[in-house]
């Protein structure tokens, strides 16, 4: 995913948070994200962090609030940023998936356009097209008020949409027409 400019100094706090070092954050930053030049942000970045720079190749040293908070966060970063040998992160490769962060919701779940799809198939396959004639009176969904209020089909406009002639206005419905 592309971030744009005035985005990526927000998207760069995300896999900085554990201070895990320049190599672990382009690892981890590249498999959610990319921009022209990023290696070279993430390198400005982590020059520019006190505590990159305080912990640079040690455990942070703080009050024991602090630590706990890192311990928190340090082995969800740790077990998502892929390794150098292997290019997968010690999740993906015990679990056979990465473990869900924050950078996840980012990227569209390919299961929900499944589940949408399957939805769809199941209400086609079910649904029966009803052909209404000019004259026929139908109840029509109100979205301004809930239930339904009567009209008259002037004309089909599509596959189930129709012109309908509610309370002296013209309006054009999609399958919100129940017989009366």
């Known amino acids: 995913m592309v971030i744009p400019t ?6 760069l ?7 895990p070092g320049i190599a672990a954050m382009q690892s981890l930053a590249r498999f959610y994200t990319w921009w022209p030049k990023m290696d ?13 720079q305080e912990n640079r190749g040690q455990e942070p040293e703080s009050d024991a609030g602090d630590q706990d908070l890192w311990l ?11 390794h150098a040998t292997t290019g997968k992160a010690p999740a993906e ?3 056979g998936h990465r473990l869900p962060t924050l950078l996840d919701r980012l990227k569209p779940d390919p299961r929900n356009k499944m589940e949408v799809w399957k939805q769809k198939v199941y209400h086609d396959t079910n649904v029966r097209a009803r052909s209404l004639r000019q004259g026929d009176e139908e ?3 109100n979205k301004c008020k809930p239930g339904l209020q009567p009209g008259v089909v002037e004309r089909r406009t599509g596959k189930l949409s129709y012109e309908v002639l509610i309370s002296g206005q013209m309006k054009r419905k999609h399958d919100q027409l129940r017989a009366s």
């Open 72 to 82: 928190q966060r340090f082995p969800l970063s740790y077990r998502n940023t892929p």
């Open 139 to 141: 109840w029509v969904k």
């Open 13 to 19: 706090a995300v896999p900085n948070e554990c201070h």
């Open 40 to 52: 070279q942000d993430i390198n400005d970045w982590v020059k520019e962090c006190q505590a990159c």
């Open 93 to 95: 490769l015990f679990l």
């Open 6 to 11: 005035a985005q990526r100094r927000l998207m």
